[in-house]
């Protein structure tokens, strides 16, 4: 009988099924499982916590879906690097919406040094 997946589509193990040990087979259902989620995970082990990281990238998401809705009448200077980009297009970009993200990531990034 196989064990039910949990929402990241790894086995579930019973916390109280002491007979199953760890091994070559559950190190790589890991990996894969890491794989999947590289970018994220690599992103929230710099924080403190999963509370921290999860706080931050809910506070990060709801600002910029705010700014979607309210940024649109909005142009920052051209010298900031974000084109003819008004704030609402620059937040989608940022949210993965847009397929010029590249150019508006690092141009955010160096204004907000």
């Given at each position: 009988?196989?064990?039910?997946?949990?929402?990241?589509?790894?086995?579930?193990?019973?916390?109280?099924?002491?007979?199953?040990?760890?091994?070559a087979d559950?190190?790589?259902?890991?990996?894969?499982?890491?794989?999947?989620?590289?970018?994220?995970?690599?992103?929230?082990?710099?924080?403190d916590?999963?509370?921290?990281?999860?706080?931050?990238?809910?506070?990060?998401?709801?600002?910029?879906?705010?700014?979607?809705?309210k940024?649109?009448?909005?142009t920052?200077?051209?010298?900031?690097?974000?084109?003819?980009?008004n704030?609402?297009?620059?937040?989608?970009?940022?949210?993965?919406?847009?397929?010029?993200v590249?150019?508006?990531?690092?141009?955010?990034?160096?204004?907000?040094k």
């Open positions: 009988m196989t064990s039910p997946a949990n929402a990241i589509g790894a086995p579930a193990q019973s916390k109280s099924d002491k007979s199953v040990e760890f091994g559950q190190l790589k259902a890991n990996a894969a499982v890491y794989h999947a989620n590289k970018r994220i995970m690599d992103a929230a082990s710099s924080y916590s999963l509370d921290d990281a999860i706080a931050g990238l809910e506070q990060t998401w709801n600002i910029y879906e705010d700014q979607v809705e940024g649109g009448r909005f920052p200077d051209r010298s900031l690097g974000f084109g003819s980009d704030a609402s297009v620059i937040a989608e970009s940022v949210l993965g919406r847009r397929n010029t590249g150019a508006t990531r690092k141009a955010l990034n160096k204004l907000g």
